[in-house]
């Protein structure tokens, strides 16, 4: 397993990431993400501490950009970095109190971005009716 740097001292504003074990940066090292594919993972995973259904949204807009792109191409060879890494992926995503994230974290590392927009509404649907009923 890579060593997990932290972030605690250099985060300029806010504790959305520095209160976290693994930080998103940390799991686009391993994955060896693109920037579309780390933009995406880092409002999805932030949006709950941060900028709630805006973080989602601007997640929405990378995968488009990376579809339009035409970078939407499954990746075959992300399903054995997914089970060589199981065990980091299993601590980053529950660190997230956000079930969506066990599938849309997968669909990001295998750059399928249809899938993950779907993922993104589903999850805008859910903040918007959690947020109506507060």
């Not at 579309?36 to 929405?60: C, H, P, V």
């Not at 065990?87 to 997230?96: D, G, P, R, S, T």
């Not at 109190?97 to 999850?123: A, D, G």
């Amino acid at each position: 397993m890579k060593k997990m740097m932290t972030n605690k001292k250099r985060q300029v504003a806010g504790t959305h990431y520095s209160r976290l074990k693994i930080e998103p940066v940390d799991l686009m090292v391993i994955f060896k993400m693109d920037w579309f594919q780390g933009e995406i993972l880092k409002y999805s995973s932030r949006y709950n501490n941060k900028n709630g259904l805006e973080d989602l949204k601007k997640a929405i807009s990378v995968c488009q950009l990376s579809i339009d792109r035409g970078l939407a191409s499954e990746d075959l060879y992300a399903e054995l970095d997914l089970e060589e890494n199981r065990k980091i992926l299993e601590e980053y995503i529950n660190q997230f109190n956000c079930t969506q994230l066990w599938f849309l974290v997968p669909s990001i590392i295998k750059r399928n971005y249809y899938y993950s927009i779907e993922l993104l509404e589903e999850m805008i649907h859910d903040y918007e009716e959690e947020d109506a009923q507060s």
